[in-house]
């Protein structure tokens, strides 16, 4: 059992108040260095209900009982009770134990000690407690080192890996820091020689990385958790894991584990708020950019100074923007993290900013010789919305709450205005069909009308064209709006849209008829097909 911190069965007998006594060891001499959480004396019969475990009983017996069964029960009741050892001072109740009371300690693994003199308790008591509390101060100022050393670190310009260095160092053992569910952020050993501080890594494979992360961590692993400051999912931002390979992680290792916990948080905070006025900056670059404050012959200079150098190659505009009900659950710095570290893959330089009141993160990639731009976009769509959902903006049961929008590639000059075009289309492609990205060519018609939202002509276009359809709609069913989205959609090929609606043709056909006679149009007529296909997608941008 764990003896730091406390003391052992063996020392509470060394000390003056129980050696004035002359104790007996009668069982379980092998078991004396179980720990002594705290003393305990009494007579009733019932003290085993009292006890928690961990004590060291002082009595005189009487109340264990007469019958040799009482006796038997009393003792495997404070067995049960886990209690550190069983101590009897001989008297009036007993001159020496029974052989009963011994045969049933030894029976349940329980240290049995007997006085050959009379101790007072209250000073027993005293003195055992005392050193117990020495103990744990001496705990305690251990792991005040830590957290000394680990502070001093930090103040030095240390972060991360320097204080899990330092914990490492001290629980010679290795220590990880992951996230709340189980991913690998930093990994520390011992600095000594051996396997577990030659390479970490390969022990968190082994003991830690090949189990789920709800799956219980290997048997005494220590676990810490890191404050976030938040509620919820945010009220802890990550993970201290301590693994017992090279020894075993004991009271001292977690509480110095605790110190640095709140060392970690602040430093990790510290990181995050860094980490979001540079992506703010990278923000503010690109809308001046886009909004004409910065002339295109200044731009490279400035995009240099935050790490983004092109070269000669054209630049690709790209805007994701985040639905207004959505907002990263941690904060825009571990957004914008999170999609730098996805955009990696792509193997493009890239820039990229976020714009918090506006719920947009520009970006702008280099078009590398040999990449089309389609191409691009594509893998540069996937790596944004892996990234968005990395920073906790997936919906159950829907995809992620993000439109993507690529402008057209050029060179500084076209930068600009390419950012601030793609901006306007993603607004204005609220509400339309799921897709992995969206070209802001096509989306001009949309921005259009967005920009006309204001304006009463365009909802009394709206409801001239298809306000009859609206009002059927509200009150009878089958709907036949969706009927008429789908019908255009495919351009009139009626075999087309029966498919996608999963109707037969003369189900269709029927509704078709139905709509051009509310309508009061017909839907073979170019001029009316037009000014329906304007209406349906106007519909979205009016009250």
Not at 472 to 481: E, G, Q, Y
Request: glycine share 12%; with cysteine; proline share 7%.
């Amino acid at each position: 059992m764990e003896t730091e911190g406390g003391i052992t069965v063996r020392r509470a007998l060394e000390l003056p108040g129980l050696r004035g006594g002359l104790p007996e060891v009668l069982t379980c001499e092998d078991r004396l260095d179980r720990t002594v959480r705290w003393v305990h004396a009494g007579e009733a019969p019932n003290l085993p209900a009292l006890l928690k475990g961990g004590e060291l009983l002082l009595t005189t017996g009487l109340g264990i009982g007469s019958r040799p069964a009482d006796q038997r029960v009393f003792v495997r009741k404070l067995a049960d009770r886990g209690i550190a050892a069983l101590v009897v001072e001989l008297g009036p109740r007993f001159g020496r134990l029974p052989t009963v009371i011994v045969e049933a300690a030894r029976t349940a693994g329980l240290p049995l000690v007997q006085l050959h003199r009379e101790v007072p308790f209250v000073a027993v008591t005293e003195e055992i407690h005392t050193e117990i509390v020495n103990g744990h101060y001496a705990l305690l100022q251990r792991a005040e080192e830590v957290h000394r050393r680990c502070t001093q670190a930090v103040l030095g310009g240390g972060g991360v890996p320097q204080v899990l260095g330092i914990l490492a160092d001290f629980a010679a053992n290795p220590v990880f820091l992951e996230t709340p569910d189980g991913r690998l952020l930093f990994a520390a050993g011992t600095t000594g020689t051996g396997p577990v501080g030659a390479d970490p890594l390969q022990v968190w494979e082994g003991l830690r990385g090949a189990r789920g992360a709800r799956e219980a961590p290997p048997s005494g692993t220590v676990l810490v958790e890191v404050p976030g400051g938040g509620q919820g999912a945010g009220s802890v931002r990550a993970r201290l894991v301590l693994l017992a390979v090279s020894g075993p992680l004991v009271t001292v290792h977690r509480m110095a584990a605790e110190r640095a916990a709140g060392i970690l948080a602040v430093v990790l905070m510290q990181a995050r708020q860094e980490d979001e006025v540079a992506a703010r900056g990278r923000g503010d670059f690109l809308t001046d950019l886009a909004e004409g404050r910065i002339a295109p012959e200044d731009a490279p200079a400035q995009a240099g100074v935050l790490g983004f150098r092109p070269g000669g190659d054209p630049l690709l505009p790209v805007v994701m923007r985040l639905a207004p009900e959505s907002a990263p659950s941690g904060s825009w710095a571990l957004l914008a993290r999170a999609v730098t570290e996805e955009l990696a893959a792509v193997g493009a330089p890239v820039l990229v900013g976020v714009r918090p009141v506006e719920g947009r993160v520009p970006l702008l990639l280099a078009l590398r010789p040999g990449t089309t731009r389609a191409a691009l976009a594509d893998r540069v769509a996937t790596a944004l919305r892996a990234g968005a959902g990395r920073a906790g903006l997936e919906r159950a049961g829907d995809r992620t709450p993000v439109v993507v929008v690529v402008g057209t590639a050029g060179d500084w000059a076209a930068a600009g205005a390419g950012l601030r075009h793609a901006a306007e289309a993603a607004t204005a492609a609220r509400g339309l069909g799921e897709r992995p990205w969206y070209d802001a060519r096509g989306l001009d018609i949309d921005l259009l009308l967005w920009r006309l939202r204001d304006h009463p002509d365009l909802a009394s276009f709206v409801d001239r064209a298809i306000g009859p359809l609206r009002e059927h709609d509200r009150t009878s069913r089958p709907a036949l709006l969706p009927t008429l989205e789908a019908y255009l959609a495919h351009a009139g090929r009626k075999a087309e849209a029966a498919r996608d609606l999963h109707l037969n043709r003369q189900t269709l056909y029927n509704r078709l008829a139905r709509i051009g006679e509310l309508l009061g149009t017909d839907l073979d007529d170019p001029e009316s097909v037009l000014a329906l296909s304007l209406a349906l997608r106007a519909r979205r941008h009016t009250r």
